[in-house]
Antibody, heavy 116, light 110 residues
Framework: EVQLLDSGGGLVRPGGSVRLSCAASGFPFSHYAMSWVRQAPGRGLEWVAALSGSGGASNYAVSLEGRFTISRDNSRDTAYLDINSLRGEDTALYFC?????????WGRGTLVTVAS | FMLTQPHSVSESPGKTVIISCTRSSGNIDARYVQWYQQRPGSAPTTVILQDTRRPSGVPDRFSGSIDSYTNSASLTISGLQTDDEADYYCQSYDDDNYLVFGGGTRLTVL
């Protein structure tokens, strides 16, 4: 069974950093691109970033201003999202997802709350 | 480009509902459209891939289509069940592989 387990969220101070993880199982991880999508409270889905299976190609939502870094460790079947200089508007549920242009599987999400 | 969906739709159990997703610029058939279902308090799940494909486990009551004339995609749900009550999002991408989501449509099954 294909599974994605997101983790790493929590309460973070404004200006702080966080690393989100996405542990994958049930499929050949290195063969698939991975994405992160976020959802602010009461809002819709917003694409954040995507990374190819090899890790050699990536894209980020233009609005995120370079504070986000997507990466992966294919030896650990895990994808990551690093977020720096956190702001209140980054408060959201962050979902990892399998695929890039076409997403077929979603994680349950991990909540990041930015507050002092 | 943007993808525009109605904010909400409602219909009775057993009926059919169609949710539209209109692309603001560029051709709707230039890039695949996906549809995602998000029930309250849950993560999204994929109900339609690549315009018309249903992932394994999605009932055939769900179908997707593309209309080049109106430059829109549609999700049709027939034989509505109370369990179908959810938010539905369309999604596509541009030539540079940036993903775009529609604003979402709240489906109420009365």
């Amino acid at each position: 069974e294909v599974q994605l387990l997101d983790s790493g969220g929590g309460l973070v101070r404004p200006g702080g950093s966080v690393r989100l993880s996405c542990a994958a199982s049930g499929f050949p991880f290195s063969h698939y691109a991975m994405s992160w999508v976020r959802q602010a409270p009461g809002r819709g889905l917003e694409w954040v970033a995507a990374l190819s299976g090899s890790g050699g190609a990536s894209n980020y939502a233009v609005s995120l201003e370079g504070r986000f870094t997507i990466s992966r460790d294919n030896s650990r079947d895990t994808a990551y999202l690093d977020i720096n200089s956190l702001r209140g508007e980054d408060t959201a549920l962050y979902f990892c997802a399998r695929g890039w242009n076409v997403i077929d599987t979603w994680g349950r999400g991990t909540l990041v709350t930015v507050a002092s | 480009f943007m993808l525009t969906q109605p904010h909400s739709v409602s219909e009775s159990p057993g009926k059919t509902v169609i949710i539209s997703c209109t692309r603001s610029s560029g051709n709707i058939d230039a890039r695949y459209v996906q549809w995602y279902q998000q029930r309250p308090g849950s993560a999204p799940t994929t109900v339609i891939l690549q315009d018309t494909r249903r992932p394994s486990g999605v009932p055939d009551r769900f179908s997707g289509s593309i209309d080049s004339y109106t430059n829109s995609a549609s999700l049709t749900i027939s034989g509505l069940q109370t369990d179908d009550e959810a938010d539905y999002y369309c999604q596509s991408y541009d030539d540079d592989n940036y993903l775009v989501f529609g604003g979402g449509t709240r489906l109420t099954v009365l």
